[in-house]
């Protein structure tokens, strides 16, 4: 039986050997939950870079490019981290460049796996039917915060163990806790993370509607895994090829 293990921070994945394993790239607020609304509202490719100024190069090459820094649109890119701002049509097909303060390192620090699948509540189910088809070990790598734990980040952990818990084992400790934190809190996600440092962070920046958003469970059924250089819609490419 695989197992499926949590790293709580990027900062903790030199603890990890990823060769072979399948990596669940996660950044509830908001990185990962733009990236797969990106993608269901027709975006094609999804460049995740690390620095404001390679994120700007892609735009002589035709890509949006999108940039977040502390919460709050980075100056001078088309987009910033609100997956609401990718709803009104203007990412159909469309290849995007995107850089965030925690999400993007968290994606480019996993380039060991044998897979890496972007997660969110928003896609919950569609990972989950991903990883039991791969039938590979399961790290989810929890972006967290400047290298800090957080709250949503690991619920979405305790998330996709219990919905794996039946082809899975739990490697160790971290994904019990994980399991555990998200039984507690699932009846009222909203709720229970209203005291969390980067809800509240954000709530300052008044986008109550995003964090209420990426908390909703399967919305979608994309699935944004990385290929070479990039990230793309498992789903679609299936589509294509059939």
Known sequence: MP??????????????DLEGKAVVAVDIL??????????AEGAVQIFPVMELEECRGFAGQGCLTAAERNGIKAEGF???????????GSVQGRDIAITTTNGTRAIRLSEAAEEIVVGAFLNLQAVADHLVELGLDVLVVCAGWKGQFNLEDTLFA???VERLQESFSKENDSALAALSLYQTAKADLPGFLRQSSHVRRLEHLEIHKDIEFCLRHD???????????RLVDLMRVKELES
Request: charged residues 15%.
């Open 3 to 16: 197992s499926i293990d949590v790293c709580f921070s990027p900062e903790l994945l030199h603890l990890y």
């Open 30 to 39: 908001r990185a990962t939950s733009t990236m797969v609304t990106a993608f």
């Open 78 to 88: 088309d987009l910033g981290n609100s997956p609401f701002a990718y709803m009104d």
């Open 158 to 160: 305790g998330a996709l």
């Open 219 to 229: 919305v979608y059924s994309v699935l944004p895994v990385w290929r070479h250089d």
